[in-house]
């Protein structure tokens, strides 16, 4: 039947007519056999092509495999156990109409676009579609689960409730911001503002976070050269972003790259600060010592949880060449799928670490190559405010610490 379509397609096309009144002309045989062997080899590629997906192992028939096997395996492919996994494609089905089983091995995995077209026997025309449609969707998902879960921080974190090490010195704090780093894959023209003090083209992000090691913020998308004071004032100062900024009398714990200011509480400058300074220097010395300690301790809980969630996902260490946009909204998505397995998962082995081990910081996978603090500006009246709190938590410790 393919044939026959085929051979009326010629006909359709003068050809065949012109090989039979012409072929005494060797000239216009030549051409007639070239523009058949044209047309034969679209026919080949593009009607009667011989299928390259066509493995009986398709991707439903693996998944349905990882589901049946060793629990392990289901943690190292898509990062989380799968009970987690049956919630979050169940939710995901259920309120954003989303399927999601590649979207989750290309971030979990990095894996390439010819990577997945093997894994799961579709076409690469197919994975790219799917790939960006999810990406796209589940921004939906994003806006429900990066947001913090007291959303009038009324009640005193039970981190801080819970712990002598910071009651009732740090009892309106909120959480913590810091900015980060993740892999960005550019134009070449685009190089220069995009390598910053890193040393290698990254995409700079600020999040906020809160003690349970869930973001609550989060806004990416700037290149690597971005001071991380600039986002923040575009952060706090844009209204559509929605930063959840503190209730008067709260504030969030900031490092020394942030300026001090109502509502953002930051570390004394010029004395000892990170918690390795005190591990290699001994205990702390002073007042402003021993408040930078535990304003380090406390602060901490963000660089935890950067630590986590980039080593779960691969594809931020190094990033596919997408469109920036997409690279940006990767990085929204993870974050999302983040705080979903902190608040889903009754045992994840990422966050089972950290919670065992309160001081120990996952390395970050980019290494600044120089270290920029903010200047300090104390005359604004929000910054005496702070200043002023900062003196009295300072004694606060210093009392509750008298063997320092």
């Known amino acids: 039947m393919r044939f026959i379509c085929f051979y009326f397609f010629l006909i359709d096309m003068n050809i065949v007519q012109r090989m039979i009144w012409d072929d005494d002309d060797d000239e216009v045989w030549q051409t007639n056999t070239y523009a058949v062997d044209i047309i034969c080899s679209y026919y080949l590629s593009y009607i009667h092509k011989e299928p390259c997906m066509d493995s009986f192992h398709t991707g439903l028939v693996w998944l349905q495999e990882i589901m049946r096997g060793n629990e392990r395996r289901c943690v190292n492919l898509f990062r989380m156990d799968k009970d987690t996994l049956i919630k979050l494609c169940l939710d995901l089905e ?31 025309e197919t994975v790219s ?6 990406l796209k969707a ?9 947001k913090p879960t007291d959303p009038t921080f009324s009640n005193i974190p039970p981190e801080i409730l819970n712990d002598d090490r910071y009651m009732p010195h740090f009892k309106d704090c909120i959480g913590a911001i810091d900015g980060t780093h993740v892999s960005a894959c550019v134009q070449e023209e685009n190089l220069i503002r995009f ?19 869930q973001f609550t913020f989060v806004m990416a998308g700037w290149e690597g050269t971005a001071h991380d004071g600039r986002l923040f004032q575009y952060a706090i100062n844009k209204q559509n972003l929605n930063f959840p900024k503190p209730p008067p009398g709260k504030y969030y714990v900031v490092d020394a790259g942030y300026q001090q200011m109502e509502g953002y509480l930051a570390p004394y400058k010029g004395t000892r600060y990170h918690l390795p300074d005190f591990q290699r220097g001994g205990r702390p010395r002073g007042l402003k010592e021993i408040f930078n300690r535990w304003h380090s301790s406390l602060r901490c809980c963000i660089e935890r949880t950067f630590g986590v969630w980039k080593a779960r996902w691969k594809i931020l260490r190094t990033m596919p060449p997408y469109s920036f946009y997409v690279q940006r909204d990767i990085v929204v998505v993870s974050m999302a799928l983040h705080n979903y397995i902190r608040r889903k998962a009754l045992a994840d082995p990422a966050f089972e670490r950290l919670d065992k081990s309160p001081n120990f910081i996952p390395p970050d996978i980019f290494h600044d190559v120089d270290d920029i603090q903010a200047e300090e500006s104390s005359q604004e009246s929000g910054a005496l405010q702070m200043n002023a709190l900062r003196d009295q938590i300072a004694c606060s410790l210093m009392l509750a610490n008298n063997d320092y």
């Open 195 to 213: 390598i910053g003090i890193k040393g290698v083209p990254t995409q700079n992000i600020m999040a906020a976070c809160s003690f349970d090691m």
């Open 138 to 146: 589940m921004l939906c998902l994003s806006i429900d689960m990066i």
């Open 94 to 124: 259920c309120h954003y109409k989303l399927k999601f089983g590649m979207i989750l091995y290309v971030l979990a995995l990095g894996a390439s676009n010819r990577q997945v077209q093997e894994r799961f026997q579709h076409s690469g």
């Open 129 to 134: 579609r799917n790939f960006h449609e999810v």
